[in-house]
């Protein structure tokens, strides 16, 4: 219920930096394809008062991600809360076509995210949660329910698969124990017949 949910959910089930949430525009979203494209991101001059611009992704490359059907209907409620916004704000709405804004439809600023966030998790007793930890935690459900590195490093726009595994390995580890334990139950059942 929260104004922002959908921006929490999104970036949690696909593992996209805020940047690339906050410069995602509609033209981003094929709804029949169920896919989005990453091709911009929000920033922010690194002055007191900096303006906000758009530029390329972190690494400098478009990357297109497949979207569970549980986002894409996110993305449904989003665009119908947007509607709604418009429609409230009449003549002072402002058509950025973004898919995340405030409630006038222009830029949602990183620091109104930062601070409903952090109210957000505050209510679930895990102040010390960043936005960005959306990002690992995605990571890791993506790893523990069999996603491959290469898939992983893909979605989450990392320049290499090594880096990928630099950042995540430890859940691989995890992940390792966990298969030995599965052959080693594997075998005492074939050993039983």
């Known amino acids: 219920g929260h104004t922002h949910e959908y921006l929490f959910k999104i970036a949690?089930?696909?593992?996209?930096?805020?940047?690339?949430?906050?410069?995602?525009?509609?033209?981003?979203?094929?709804?029949?394809?169920?896919?989005?494209?990453v091709k911009q991101q929000l920033r922010r001059e690194q002055k007191k008062g900096g303006e906000?611009?758009?530029?390329?992704?972190?690494?400098?490359?478009?990357?297109?991600?497949?979207?569970?059907?549980s986002v894409v209907?996110?993305?449904?409620?989003?665009?119908?809360?947007?509607?709604f916004d418009a429609s409230k704000a009449g003549a002072f709405w402002i058509d950025k076509n973004l898919v995340f804004t405030n409630?006038?439809?222009?830029?949602?600023?990183?620091?109104?995210?930062?601070?409903?966030?952090?109210?957000v998790v505050a209510q679930m007793g895990i102040p010390e949660m960043r936005f960005h930890d959306l990002r690992h935690s995605?990571?890791?459900?993506?790893?523990r329910s069999g996603d491959d590195i290469k898939t992983l490093q893909s979605n989450l726009g990392h320049a290499s698969a090594a880096f990928t595994l630099d950042v995540y390995g430890h859940i691989t580890e995890d992940m390792k124990k966990a298969s030995?334990?599965?052959?080693?139950?594997?075998?005492?059942?074939?050993?039983?017949?």
Do not use: H
Not at 138 to 143: D, G, K, M, P, Y
């Open 138 to 143: 995605f990571a890791v459900i993506s790893l």
């Open 103 to 119: 409630p006038q439809g222009d830029i949602l600023s990183y620091r109104t995210v930062y601070d409903c966030f952090k109210r």
């Open 180 to 193: 030995a334990d599965r052959m080693e139950s594997f075998i005492k059942a074939v050993e039983k017949l």
């Open 73 to 83: 209907r996110f993305f449904k409620l989003q665009k119908q809360k947007l509607a």
């Open 52 to 69: 906000y611009y758009f530029s390329s992704p972190k690494n400098g490359k478009r990357r297109v991600l497949t979207l569970a059907p």
């Open 12 to 37: 949690l089930f696909t593992g996209l930096r805020q940047g690339e949430l906050l410069g995602l525009t509609w033209d981003c979203i094929d709804f029949d394809k169920a896919t989005l494209t």
